[in-house]
């Protein structure tokens, strides 16, 4: 069975930083792509950014280009997302995702609960 | 506002054939495959349909989806009861080089 497990979400001020983690189980972690997607409450769905299988393509949001950065721990089947400069519209509930591609991005098959984030003063 | 619109809510009773749409652009819609994705309030989105018509295994055969051009759409047959959902549209942008979403659709059954 397929888990990721999201943390490191939390209260943080304007300008601050967090990085949020996602633990994955049940595949073959380096094998796929693995995405970021945000939601804030009441509204819909909206991608972060996406990194392939092995690291090399890595997209971004423009909202969140040059603030935000993802990155991947093959060896510990982990993916993150490092977050700066943070502001009010970041707040949101942060979801991981698996992409049923390795390279190429096919779509998210498996999510994780989610890790909230809150940017206030 | 999203690069790809879905009307903002769509109702049936139960058992009508209901249909959720998903207008993009030539970057998106019409050159990549769409998926849809369904969320029940305070869940993760779970994934419906990939390659624009193709179901994941365990999804049931009430739901179907088809692309042409420019939009997609996504079709609830026999609706019932546990089909009320938000339902989303999401396709690789070539001009973005990103997912896009749709704004979600709200399907409520009466």
């Known amino acids: 069975e397929v888990l990721l497990l999201e943390s490191g979400g939390g209260l943080v001020q304007p300008g601050g930083s967090l990085r949020l983690s996602c633990a994955a189980s049940g595949f073959s972690f380096g094998t796929y792509a693995m995405t970021w997607v945000r939601q804030a409450a009441g509204k819909g769905l909206e991608w972060v950014a996406n990194m392939n299988g092995s690291g090399e393509r890595i997209h971004y949001a423009d909202s969140v280009k040059g603030r935000f950065t993802i990155s991947r721990d093959n060896a510990k089947s982990t993916l993150y997302l490092q977050m700066n400069s943070l502001r009010a519209e970041d707040t949101a509930l942060y979801y991981c995702?698996?992409?049923?591609?390795?390279?190429?991005?096919?779509?998210?098959?498996?999510w994780g609960q989610g890790t909230a984030v809150t940017v206030s003063s | 506002q999203s690069v790809l619109t879905q009307p903002p809510s769509v109702s049936g009773t139960p058992g009508q054939r209901v249909t959720i749409s998903c207008s993009g652009s030539?970057?998106?819609?019409?050159?990549?495959?769409v998926t849809w994705y369904q969320q029940f309030p305070g869940t993760a989105p779970k994934l419906l349909i990939y390659?624009?018509?193709q179901r994941p295994s365990g999804v049931s055969d009430r739901f179907s989806a088809s692309r042409s051009g420019t939009s997609a759409s996504l079709a609830i047959s026999g609706l019932q009861s546990e089909n009320e959902a938000d339902y989303y549209c999401a396709v690789w942008d070539d001009s973005l080089n990103g997912w896009v979403f749709g704004g979600g659709t709200k399907v409520t059954v009466l």
């Open positions: 995702a698996k992409d049923m591609g390795g390279y190429y991005f096919y779509g998210m098959d498996a």
């Open positions: 030539s970057s998106n819609i019409g050159t990549n495959s």
């Open positions: 390659s624009s018509n």
